[in-house]
Nanobody, 116 residues
Framework: QVQLVESGGGLVQPGGSLRLSCAAS????????IGWFRQAPGKEREGVSC????????YYADSVKGRFTISRDNAKNTVYLQMNSLKPEDTAVYYC?????????WGQGTQVTVSS
């Protein structure tokens, strides 16, 4: 049974940092690209970052480039999102995602709130 479980969210002040984790089970994570998405209240879900399965290449949305870093620990079957210099506009529920044909899998999400 494929499962993605996010953790690491919380309340942080502007300029602070958080590290999100996405623990995978039921499949071998390094065989598939894994993405992080976020959804703020009243807004559509948007892509934040992803890491490829083949060469570990990464993608970042312009809004987080230079502040967020995605990485993968294959031994722990876990993907991380290190978030630095957080801004109030980063406030959202963050989800990890895997496309394992023919299905899409999402975690339950973890809330990130950036506020003073």
């Amino acid at each position: 049974q494929v499962q993605l479980v996010e953790s690491g969210g919380g309340l942080v002040q502007p300029g602070g940092s958080l590290r999100l984790s996405c623990a995978a089970s039921g499949f071998t994570l390094d065989y598939y690209a894994i993405g992080w998405f976020r959804q703020a209240p009243g807004k559509e879900r948007e892509g934040v970052s992803c890491i490829s399965s083949s060469d570990g290449s990464t993608y970042y949305a312009d809004s987080v480039k230079g502040r967020f870093t995605i990485s993968r620990d294959n031994a722990k079957n876990t993907v991380y999102l290190q978030m630095n210099s957080l801004k109030p506009e980063d406030t959202a529920v963050y989800y990890c995602h895997a496309h394992i044909p023919p299905d899409d899998y999402w975690g339950q999400g973890t809330q990130v709130t950036v506020s003073s």
